[in-house]
């Protein structure tokens, strides 16, 4: 059976933001949709492989990162600065150490001011990371390691660490980690939009065309005219996605970083880590 015209179900700013892309959210059953707004878990649509496929995440950039910044801390501690931030010291180190992909070190190496979470915001994220996944605990301005940081940190990694560290990566860490335009909204929508990457992201797509099939805009980000709902997505959900081994971009070295040719697609571990038991309401083929 045909499915519907979308400019029969759906209010008119909304047809006109989608163009002609016909949303993956759009063939959930609104019982999906609610329960796409809930964090992994046994009650959840949404579930996190706990087969071969949590070591090759466990391999992923991510944790490895995660191990530079556990290692610095050691057994002495990591000193913060008054704000409960990573010192200059050690993000200039953790530069030289860690691994992002999709994300530009050498543009933070060309900024003159002093270097602070604000310009390296991937390592603020890892900070938040190691302390809400409990790898890490503060006490009096200093990080210390927790007995599932030191296990990590010795690579003996269970795959409830796994699981946790994914679950706080997407669901936990505040919207505004990796963008200062990070609004709370997309964070209820995060398992929506990986079923959408699930169902569009076997091709190559632009972050512009991912938007419009994962993402559903609350009506006040229809006619934003800086994009932050696709800024929102590179940053907050495509970016780290390819530092935990479930996406990668593709697009030519010449291309930059913003380019509207920046393109994303979904990794094989993407389907072999992420598993999806929803109910549809129709079968659509979502065009390339």
Same mark, same amino acid.
């Given at each position: 059976?045909?499915?519907?015209?979308?400019?029969?179900? %759906?209010?008119?700013?909304?047809?006109?933001?989608?163009?002609?892309?016909?949303?993956?959210?759009?063939?959930?059953?609104?019982?999906?949709?609610?329960?796409?707004?809930?964090?992994?878990?046994?009650?959840?649509?949404?579930?996190?492989?706990?087969?071969?496929?949590?070591?090759?995440?466990?391999?992923?950039?991510?944790?490895?990162?995660?191990?530079?910044?556990?290692?610095?801390?050691?057994?002495?501690?990591?000193?913060?600065?008054?704000?409960?931030?990573?010192?200059?010291?050690?993000?200039?180190?953790?530069?030289?150490?860690?691994?992002?992909?999709?994300?530009?070190?050498?543009?933070?190496?060309?900024?003159?001011?002093?270097?602070?979470?604000?310009?390296?915001?991937?390592?603020?994220?890892?900070?938040?990371?190691?302390?809400?996944?409990?790898?890490?605990?503060?006490?009096?301005?200093?990080?210390?390691?927790?007995?599932?940081?030191?296990?990590?940190?010795?690579?003996?990694?269970?795959?409830?660490?796994?699981?946790?560290?994914?679950?706080?990566?997407?669901?936990?860490?505040?919207?505004?980690?990796?963008?200062?335009?990070?609004?709370?909204?997309?964070?209820?929508?995060?398992?929506?939009? %990986?079923?959408?990457?699930?169902?569009?992201?076997?091709?190559?797509?632009?972050?512009?065309?991912?938007?419009?099939?994962?993402?559903?805009?609350?009506?006040?980000?229809?006619?934003?005219?800086?994009?932050?709902?696709?800024?929102?997505?590179?940053?907050?959900?495509?970016?780290?996605?390819?530092?935990?081994?479930?996406?990668?971009?593709?697009?030519?070295?010449?291309?930059?970083?913003?380019?509207?040719?920046?393109?994303?697609?979904?990794?094989?571990?993407?389907?072999?880590?992420?598993?999806?038991?929803?109910?549809?309401?129709?079968?659509?083929?979502?065009?390339?």
């Amino acid at each position: 059976m045909a499915a519907r015209q979308i400019s029969e179900i %759906l209010p008119q700013e909304l047809v006109d933001w989608l163009g002609d892309v016909y949303p993956a959210w759009l063939i959930l059953s609104p019982d999906a949709v609610q329960g796409l707004k809930r964090p992994p878990s046994r009650q959840s649509p949404l579930s996190l492989s706990e087969g071969p496929a949590v070591q090759e995440v466990a391999n992923a950039a991510a944790f490895k990162n995660l191990k530079v910044l556990l290692g610095l801390i050691g057994n002495q501690g990591l000193i913060l600065d008054a704000d409960g931030h990573l010192t200059e010291d050690c993000l200039n180190t953790l530069m030289d150490a860690t691994d992002w992909p999709n994300y530009s070190i050498d543009d933070l190496r060309m900024i003159k001011s002093p270097m602070s979470e604000d310009f390296f915001r991937a390592a603020r994220f890892l900070r938040e990371v190691a302390i809400r996944a409990r790898l890490v605990r503060c006490s009096d301005q200093k990080l210390v390691l927790s007995q599932a940081g030191r296990e990590l940190l010795a690579n003996e990694v269970s795959v409830q660490t796994v699981h946790d560290v994914f679950e706080t990566a997407f669901w936990h860490v505040p919207s505004n980690t990796l963008s200062a335009l990070g609004m709370d909204w997309i964070m209820e929508q995060v398992a929506i939009i %990986l079923w959408g990457l699930s169902i569009a992201g076997d091709v190559p797509r632009t972050v512009r065309a991912m938007t419009r099939y994962c993402v559903i805009p609350p009506s006040e980000i229809l006619e934003d005219p800086f994009n932050r709902t696709e800024i929102m997505l590179r940053t907050n959900i495509l970016m780290p996605l390819s530092w935990f081994g479930l996406v990668k971009r593709t697009y030519s070295d010449r291309t930059e970083m913003t380019s509207p040719d920046l393109q994303f697609q979904k990794t094989s571990l993407f389907d072999r880590f992420l598993h999806f038991d929803v109910e549809t309401s129709k079968h659509v083929e979502i065009r390339n």
